[in-house]
């Protein structure tokens, strides 16, 4: 159909048996008005994957958006996938449930489709509803022990609060380190390295989800490289 997006490989199957959609909306960087009409539009012309994350700041946003959509169209909940991601400051199970509520109530449902640990680091600022201003090292400290945060984000997949949990931002190496115990292993966020070297992870638990994609290449060098890779070749 014109102006709507193909269904050719739209999908790809996560080990819990959800399908996520290949292609999906990234709402960093995005606020106000121009935040809900954009999420409205995607939603509109075929997208059926929204990327959230607390530290974004636009969850009320963006679930502006959904509430209009759902209630003007025939879209429902379960049509469309949605992830938002674990912030630093919360990684004992008690802070995440309060997070994930809190990111829940902003998005105006009642689950998650997907959520990911944000980054493989820690922060004793801020908390699930003010995330921490500060930028770089003055706040972030690398977090050896993310077998602890892993282990609380599973018990919200037991609670029902999210379908399936993965990684943002993390190395090969951590890749590599989770895997050794996680239990529940869906998704998976990437950066560069982990889009570049995932393959030597020698693993299939994870898939790969990308950013910006649509990104000019004269703008970052190293997206002319990961443009390149054929599971990224295909959905573009």
Same mark, same amino acid.
């Given at each position: 159909?014109?102006?709507?997006?193909?269904?050719?490989?739209?999908?790809?199957?996560?080990?819990?048996?959800?399908?996520?959609?290949?292609?999906?909306?990234?709402?960093?960087?995005?606020?106000?008005?121009?935040?809900?009409?954009?999420?409205?539009?995607?939603?509109?012309?075929?997208?059926?994957?929204?990327?959230?994350?607390?530290?974004?700041?636009?969850?009320?946003?963006?679930?502006?958006?959904?509430?209009?959509?759902?209630?003007?169209?025939?879209?429902?909940?379960?049509?469309?996938?949605?992830?938002?991601?674990?912030?630093?400051?919360?990684?004992?199970?008690?802070?995440?449930?309060?997070?994930?509520?809190?990111?829940?109530?902003?998005?105006?449902?009642?689950?998650?489709?997907?959520?990911?640990?944000?980054?493989?680091?820690?922060?004793?600022?801020?908390?699930?509803?003010?995330?921490?201003?500060?930028?770089?090292?003055?706040?972030?400290?690398?977090?050896?022990?993310?077998?602890?945060?892993?282990?609380?984000?599973? $018990?919200?997949?037991?609670?029902?609060?999210? %379908?399936?949990? &993965?990684? !943002?931002? @993390?190395? #090969?190496?951590?890749?590599?380190? /989770?895997?050794?115990?996680?239990?529940?292993?869906?998704?998976?966020?990437? $950066?560069?390295?982990?889009?570049?070297?995932? %393959?030597?992870? &020698?693993? !299939?638990? @994870?898939? #790969?989800?990308?950013?910006?994609? /649509?990104?000019?290449?004269?703008?970052?060098?190293?997206?002319?490289?990961?443009?390149?890779?054929?599971?990224?070749?295909?959905?573009?």
């Amino acid at each position: 159909m014109k102006g709507k997006i193909g269904t050719r490989g739209s999908h790809f199957l996560l080990n819990t048996g959800q399908k996520i959609p290949a292609i999906g909306l990234g709402t960093w960087q995005s606020g106000g008005d121009l935040c809900v009409e954009a999420v409205k539009t995607a939603l509109s012309v075929g997208y059926r994957h929204v990327d959230c994350a607390h530290l974004y700041g636009n969850e009320v946003e963006v679930g502006e958006a959904l509430g209009e959509a759902f209630n003007d169209t025939s879209l429902k909940r379960e049509d469309v996938f949605l992830t938002s991601k674990l912030f630093c400051t919360m990684n004992s199970l008690n802070k995440m449930e309060n997070s994930v509520r809190v990111s829940l109530k902003n998005l105006g449902v009642s689950y998650l489709d997907l959520y990911l640990m944000h980054w493989p680091e820690s922060s004793a600022f801020g908390d699930a509803t003010d995330p921490p201003t500060k930028s770089g090292n003055e706040y972030r400290q690398f977090l050896s022990r993310f077998k602890t945060t892993w282990k609380a984000m599973e $018990g919200l997949v037991e609670l029902g609060l999210v %379908r399936a949990i &993965g990684v !943002s931002n @993390f190395s #090969i190496q951590q890749i590599k380190e /989770l895997l050794k115990f996680a239990k529940n292993c869906a998704g998976c966020q990437s $950066g560069r390295l982990l889009i570049l070297g995932l %393959r030597n992870c &020698g693993s !299939s638990c @994870f898939g #790969i989800v990308a950013f910006f994609l /649509l990104i000019k290449n004269s703008t970052i060098t190293w997206c002319r490289s990961c443009l390149q890779i054929h599971r990224i070749t295909i959905v573009r």
